[in-house]
Antibody
Framework: QVQLQESGPGLVKPSQTLSLTCTVS??????????WIWIRQPAGKGLEWIGR???????NYNPSLKSRVTISMDTSKTQFSLRLSSVTAADTAVYYC?????????????WGQGTTVTVSS | EILLTQSPGTLSLSPGERATLSCRAS???????LAWYQQKPGQAPRLLTY???SRATGIPDRFSGSGSGTDFTLTISRLEPEDFAVYYC?????????FGQGTKLEIK
């Protein structure tokens, strides 16, 4: 059974770059059946899609974050990563990685447990 | 960008009752790309339905989705205690996905 696990610093200083990694276990990250996705959720608020990456390396980003976001993948390590530059307090949130599955028209069927990132000096 | 508006913001019902949650889009899009998720406190969201009306694996049949065009609905036929949670709709057909703001289903 596929599992996703986020990892990275829980505290990032303002203006710095947030970097998170999602490790995929129990399945292939190279399959063309999936997108690999990042979502975030500020405390007490709703979900915000950050972006996605396909096996080919092609990416799509939320227009509101596009200038600051980079998503990449390392198939040898079955990991994909998120970098968000120039962070502010507004980027404080729980960050989730998820899988978009072609069996479900690319809806997100597997999620990580989430990791809390706080932006503060 | 397609915006999704969910209503009501909060729905107060009792176990055994029927829940109807609405999701309205700012423009027409393919129902093939409308999903519903359930989120409980401290947990990641769980996929309930996709393509507007198809249930994901393992989802009880009391959950049903419907709709097309700009108007979509998630119905829970008979509420169980574990169904009280926050529900989100999401469109994922365009190159930019969006979520609704969520409906909180609470025990009356």
């Amino acid at each position: 059974q596929v599992q996703l696990q986020e990892s990275g610093p829980g505290l990032v200083k303002p203006s710095q770059t947030l970097s998170l990694t999602c490790t995929v276990s129990g399945g292939s990250i190279s399959s063309g059946r999936y997108y690999w996705i990042w979502i975030r959720q500020p405390a007490g608020k709703g979900l915000e899609w950050i972006g996605r990456i396909y096996t080919s390396g092609s990416t799509n980003y939320n227009p509101s974050l596009k200038s600051r976001v980079t998503i990449s993948m390392d198939t040898s390590k079955t990991q994909f990563s998120l970098r968000l530059s120039s962070v502010t307090a507004a980027d404080t949130a729980v960050y989730y990685c998820a899988r978009g599955n072609s069996d479900y028209n690319y809806a997100m069927d597997v999620w990580g447990q989430g990791t809390t990132v706080t932006v503060s000096s | 960008e397609i915006l999704l508006t969910q209503s009501p913001g909060t729905l107060s019902l009792s176990p055994g009752e029927r829940a109807t949650l609405s999701c309205r889009a700012s423009q027409i899009f393919s129902s093939s790309y409308l999903a519903w998720y359930q989120q409980k406190p401290g947990q990641a969201p769980r996929l309930l339905t996709y393509a507007a009306s198809s249930r994901a694996t393992g989802i009880p049949d009391r959950f049903s989705g419907s709709g097309s065009g700009t108007d979509f609905t998630l119905t829970i036929s008979r509420l169980e205690p574990e169904d009280f949670a926050v529900y989100y709709c999401q469109q994922y057909g365009s190159s930019s996905y969006t979520f609704g703001q969520g409906t909180k289903l609470e025990i009356k």
